[in-house]
């Protein structure tokens, strides 16, 4: 089977115990597959995520010398993945992106947030740059980003970047009750509630993330879909999806 790559999405890196995709790579190459995960900024642009990745895929290319990789790519990884496919012409290498929770059609939040006066708004960007510097971002623009997860700058991006011929696009959206959550995402829910999106896994809505062919919804929140604070029960979900996604592309190479 060709390699596959995970693409991590909006502030999520490896430092110090927080892994991207948890203990999600270990199962996988336990299982014969042979895995990368990418290393764009945690708040980085779309357009300069993508330049990173378009260099992480050419090294797995050249390295394996395989023609082409699988992408499995959460949240905005999903966009910076589709303009490297699209915008930067990198289709050729890739046979597949499935994305997982990806705003493929914008974020209420973004688009909320950036209504907040914008002297607010260039604050708590500022703040956020600084510490991702110090984790390892190169370009880290928090403002920048939410303004490209607004459904009226995502309606543009989608214009541009459609799907290209030879890839197989796929996706998942993720779906919890709003009294099965945990802690961690009860402030982002109530919050979205608060403007009627309701069906959301705290961060993004369930409609948004549609793109390509839909799989459909996966009980879990969004954080969940990388193994980021997961317990047992909902680690056996996500690994049981990885399989899943893993041996449906399996299918469709053989075919």
């Known amino acids: 089977?060709?390699?596959?790559?995970?693409?991590?999405?909006?502030?999520?890196?490896?430092?110090?115990?927080?892994?991207?995709?948890?203990?999600?790579?270990?199962?996988l190459k336990e299982k014969g597959y042979d895995v990368y995960v990418s290393r764009q900024d945690a708040i980085g642009s779309i357009?300069?995520?993508?330049?990173?990745?378009?260099?992480?895929?050419?090294?797995?290319?050249?390295?394996?010398?395989s023609p082409k990789v699988h992408i499995i790519a959460h949240s905005k990884g999903g966009l910076d993945a589709r303009y490297m496919i699209s915008t930067l012409k990198m289709n050729k290498y890739v046979a597949s992106l499935t994305t997982l929770s990806t705003p493929h059609h914008g974020s209420e939040m973004a688009y909320r947030i950036l209504k907040m006066p914008?002297?607010?708004?260039?604050?708590?960007?500022?703040y956020w740059n600084f510490l991702y510097k110090i984790f390892g971002d190169k370009k880290p623009d928090l403002y920048r980003l939410a303004s490209e997860l607004t459904?009226?700058?995502?309606?543009?991006?989608n214009e541009e970047n459609p799907n290209m011929d030879g890839v197989y696009y796929s996706s998942y959206s993720a779906f919890v009750e709003k009294n099965k959550g945990t802690l961690l995402m009860l402030l982002p829910?109530?919050?979205?509630?608060s403007f009627g999106k309701n069906r959301t896994d705290g961060?993004?809505?369930v409609d948004s993330a549609k793109w390509g062919?839909?799989?459909?919804?996966?009980?879990?929140?969004?954080?969940?879909?990388?193994?980021?604070?997961?317990?047992?029960?909902k680690r056996k979900i996500i690994l049981e999806l990885y399989s899943k996604i893993l041996k449906d592309l399996e299918k469709k190479e053989e075919h």
């Open 213 to 233: 062919e839909y799989m459909g919804e996966v009980p879990v929140e969004h954080h969940n879909l990388v193994d980021s604070f997961t317990g047992k029960k």
């Open 118 to 126: 914008k002297f607010f708004s260039k604050l708590i960007s500022g």
């Open 189 to 193: 829910k109530a919050f979205q509630r």
């Open 1 to 27: 089977m060709y390699p596959i790559f995970l693409v991590h999405g909006m502030a999520d890196r490896n430092f110090f115990f927080a892994r991207s995709f948890g203990k999600i790579v270990k199962y």
């Open 151 to 157: 459904p009226e700058f995502l309606n543009k991006f």
């Open 203 to 205: 961060i993004v809505e």
């Open 47 to 65: 357009e300069n995520n993508a330049l990173y990745l378009k260099e992480q895929l050419i090294a797995i290319i050249e390295k394996t010398k």
